[in-house]
T-cell receptor
Framework: GIQVEQSPPDLILQEGANSTLRCNFSDSVNNLQWFHQNPWGQLINLFYIPSGTKQNGRLSATTVATERYSLLYISSSQTTDSGVYFCAGGGAQKLVFGQGTRLTINP | NAGVTQTPKFRILKIGQSMTLQCTQDMNHNYMYWYRQDPGMGLKLIYYSVGAGITDKGEVPNGYNVSRSTTEDFPLRLELAAPSQTSVYFC???????????????FGPGTRLTVT
């Protein structure tokens, strides 16, 4: 089955810094989603992005489907951005999650 | 819309006990899913359903059962709880069909289960 790898596993930044999180997947996908899991465990949908580029405020994402990777950009980080970021890829029936990137934003 | 709701939020079970985790969605989604998340890990698919009366196994189905009698509800049953089933359980739903939709999945708040 499909495999999803995320990098880096951990990232510690100062407030105001920018960051890039990467997701590689082993096969073509019809579904590619980015999630933020906050410190309370809630999964928040960030982007549904099987291809192309999307932006939402300080966050943006790009998926290059032909090269099987996706990037999540966070600009001007805030302490509330802390948590674990997951990407997940697959199709209608099955979504495979990566191991996550733990982001810590220090004030 | 409430979206995807799950009950209970927390539960402690003794080894060998049984329980049902409830999941309901009010978005008229045809696809529903159960995942589990172990500490420090990503989510893994347990079971999924593409419509009422149709279910199939995911990556880690052993020790669990599901049913889907209505579009809205997708309960997950643990028959003989084991410590290895200590985890956080997430339910999700999505819509895809001939009239449109996408594969995007929407998640509930999770149920934290401890088996001792």
């Amino acid at each position: 089955g499909i495999q999803v790898e995320q990098s880096p596993p951990d990232l510690i930044l100062q407030e105001g810094a920018n960051s890039t999180l990467r997701c590689n997947f082993s096969d073509s996908v019809n579904n590619l989603q980015w999630f933020h899991q906050n410190p309370w465990g809630q999964l928040i949908n960030l982007f549904y992005i099987p291809s192309g580029t999307k932006q939402n405020g300080r966050l943006s994402a790009t998926t290059v489907a032909t090269e099987r990777y996706s990037l999540l950009y966070i600009s001007s980080s805030q302490t509330t951005d802390s948590g674990v970021y997951f990407c997940a890829g697959g199709g209608a029936q099955k979504l495979v999650f990566g191991q996550g990137t733990r982001l810590t934003i220090n004030p | 819309n409430a979206g995807v709701t799950q009950t209970p939020k927390f539960r402690i079970l003794k080894i060998g006990q049984s329980m049902t985790l409830q999941c309901t969605q009010d978005m008229n989604h045809n696809y529903m899913y159960w995942y589990r998340q172990d500490p420090g890990m990503g989510l893994k698919l347990i079971y999924y359903s593409v419509g009422a009366g149709i279910t199939d196994k995911g990556e880690v189905p052993n020790g669990y059962n599901v049913s889907r009698s209505t579009t809205e509800d997708f309960p997950l049953r643990l028959e003989l709880a084991a410590p290895s089933q200590t985890s956080v359980y997430f339910c999700a739903s999505s819509y895809f069909g001939r009239t449109g939709g996408s594969y995007e999945q929407y998640f509930g708040p999770g149920t934290r289960l401890t088996v001792t």
